[in-house]
């Protein structure tokens, strides 16, 4: 198990930067991957970035180039960079650990923080 807790959000201007946090209660250097959702109100959720144990990342086309996913495996710690925001990525962020045992696969979610872009 792992608890996730985030962090960095907050009120920004488009085109603006957030960087976001995401810490662990436990090493995450053997974590498959860790990631960044968001959803905003009456949407699905939706993928941001993610990054495996291996430090290979993955973006959707609608942020690639603007978001940044790093992790810091000796802070238990997985940042999500955020640069030229716009109105529209007006979301909740929430960090995602999915662990891979042999019992299984489990997702863990943190409980998110809240972007704000203002136009």
């Known amino acids: 198990q792992v608890q996730l807790v985030e962090s960095g959000g907050g009120l920004v201007q488009a085109g603006g930067s957030l960087r976001l946090s995401c810490s662990a209660s436990r090493s995450i250097s053997s974590i498959n991957n860790m990631a960044w959702y968001r959803q905003a109100p009456g949407k699905q959720r939706e993928l941001v970035a993610r990054?495996?144990?291996?430090?290979?990342?993955t973006y959707p086309d609608s942020v690639k180039g603007r978001f940044s996913i790093s992790r810091d495996n000796a802070k238990n710690t997985v940042y999500l960079q955020m640069n030229s925001l716009k109105p529209e990525e007006t979301s909740v962020y929430s960090c995602?650990?999915?662990?891979?045992?042999?019992?299984?696969?489990?997702?863990?979610w943190g409980q998110g923080t809240q972007v704000t872009v203002s136009s």
């Open positions: 995602n650990a999915w662990i891979v045992t042999i019992g299984g696969s489990y997702d863990y």
């Open positions: 990054i495996s144990s291996g430090g290979y990342t």
